[in-house]
């Protein structure tokens, strides 16, 4: 289901960037100041390299947000990894506290 959700989304979204592209033709000049240089490109370039770029910019913004996240989840991961290892040496080596609750309930 949410793979024809995808593509679907996918296709309407190139329809209506091909539609804007189609409908936006016209030249438009750029000037790169300080440079004394200017480039004739399409606006539907312009428009959709300033999309483009943003998507970018907001997709670094969140990657560089969540490194805490990340951090944390590895040490995390690392602590999982420590306790099943010292869990399996005792249950391996037959203690009397593997398989008992450390926690008594009632």
Same mark, same amino acid.
């Given at each position: 289901m949410m793979r024809y /959700?995808?593509?679907? @989304?996918?296709i309407l979204f190139a329809i209506v960037?091909?539609?804007f592209a189609v409908s936006n033709r016209a030249p438009v000049d750029l000037e790169f100041w300080p440079l004394p240089m200017a480039v004739s490109v399409p606006i539907y370039l312009?428009? /959709?390299?300033?999309? @483009?770029?943003g998507l970018l910019v907001g997709w670094f913004v969140a990657w560089?947000?969540?490194?805490?996240v990340r951090r944390d989840r590895?040490?995390?991961?690392?602590?999982i990894e420590e306790l099943e290892r010292?869990?399996?040496r005792l249950h391996s080596a037959g203690s009397p506290v593997a398989g008992k609750s450390l926690?008594?309930?009632g």
């Open positions: /959700l995808y593509w679907g @989304l996918t960037f091909a539609c312009v428009v /959709l390299a300033v999309l @483009l770029l560089v947000g969540s490194w805490a590895r040490r995390y991961a690392k602590r010292d869990l399996g926690v008594s309930i």
